[in-house]
């Protein structure tokens, strides 16, 4: 069923979205540029991004379980690591996912073996 | 004219081949967020941006407003997009150029010597088409997972898009301080309970080491 809080925030989003692109577009010649914006702006979403991170992984650790906390912890590794070689999101989220379900999935066989 | 838009089309392949994964991870990740399939392909149609995409479908459930100012927060950096292309080229299709103006065809943009308006809506028809086709094919994909997967495994999802939009982010050592400074500043806040506020103050913190950073290169 489709949820109207849903559909009005998507509304919203799209809405600030599009303005952000056009204002500065049609008004662009009246504009200054500023390098110092940009790099606020990127920081802000570095910021925003890692408190993402955060408080998404955190409950996990918490909680001390052992068969999320031990994939999670791997997948990022691996994430980082083949970033290195690999540019892209979409790529290296697949990668991470795979490895995180694959530990996971061993990792309940072998409780599920022992007990 | 039309050929302007075809080399636009083409330069295109390359923001497709990285778009298709990002989209049917946002299509797999949204249905595990609990959002419908209509509901999915409406995201992806109208707001166009992946990461406040992601944002959004993240942060909804925990509050709708609260999603909507950090979504839209994110998609600031697109004001400096617009300025620059309006200096570069002169565009009369201002309405249409602006729908599909993201990350990735700025980029192409801006790089092209002799840029025209053709070009670049050359690019956007291949990256919507792309972003929106690969949607589709995540929320179907979503929908058979969620079936046959534990949906903890799909919510993970999430946070290895994050993770892997922040690794590549990182560019210098001012990068890495801000990102340490947000994790023990968002782990405090999560220790008091009130973790989900940390997104709307970590930007103030990010301005204030800017801040800090400049007077220090000053």
């Not at chain 1, 204002?23 to 500023?34: C, F, Q, Y």
């Not at chain 1, 920081?43 to 906390?69: D, G, Q």
């Amino acid at each position: 069923m489709i949820n109207i809080i849903h559909i009005i925030a998507i509304v919203i989003v799209a809405i600030i979205t599009y303005l952000a692109r056009y204002i500065p577009l049609k008004h662009g010649e009246k504009l200054t540029h500023s390098n110092e914006i940009s790099r606020i702006l990127r920081s802000c979403t570095i910021a925003i991004i890692t408190s993402l991170i955060i408080i998404s992984i955190l409950p996990t650790y918490e909680k001390l379980e052992i068969s999320k906390a031990i994939p999670l912890t791997i997948s990022i590794l691996a994430i980082v690591l083949t970033s290195r070689k690999i540019n892209n999101i979409g790529i290296l989220t697949i990668i991470g996912f795979i490895i995180y379900t694959l530990i996971r999935i061993l990792l309940e066989l072998e409780i599920s073996i022992s007990s | 004219m039309f050929r302007e838009y075809l080399y636009g089309l083409r330069d295109s392949l390359t923001i497709v081949v990285g778009y298709i994964p990002v989209a049917v991870v946002f299509g797999l990740s949204a249905i595990a967020s609990g959002f419908t399939f209509f509901e999915t392909i409406i995201t992806s149609m109208l707001i166009f941006a992946g990461m406040s995409q992601f944002i959004l479908i993240n942060m909804i459930n925990i509050s709708p407003i609260y999603a909507i100012i950090l979504a839209s927060l994110v998609n600031l950096r697109h004001i400096v997009y617009g300025y620059a292309l309006s200096r570069k080229c002169s565009i009369s299709k201002k309405i249409l150029v602006a729908f599909g103006l993201t990350d990735e065809v700025y980029a192409l943009s801006i790089c092209r010597e002799k840029l025209t308006e053709h070009y670049i809506i050359g690019l956007i028809t291949g990256a919507y088409t792309s972003w929106v086709s690969g949607t589709v094919l995540g929320t179907l994909i979503g929908n058979v997972l969620l079936k046959i997967m534990f949906i903890s495994n799909l919510k993970f999802i999430l946070i290895a898009l994050f993770i892997s939009i922040l690794v590549l982010y990182i560019e210098n050592v001012k990068d890495i301080i801000l990102i340490l400074l947000i994790s023990s500043l968002s782990a405090i806040l999560y220790m008091f309970n009130i973790g989900e506020i940390s997104p709307l103050i970590s930007p103030i913190i990010a301005l204030i080491l800017e801040k800090i950073y400049k007077c220090r290169t000053i």
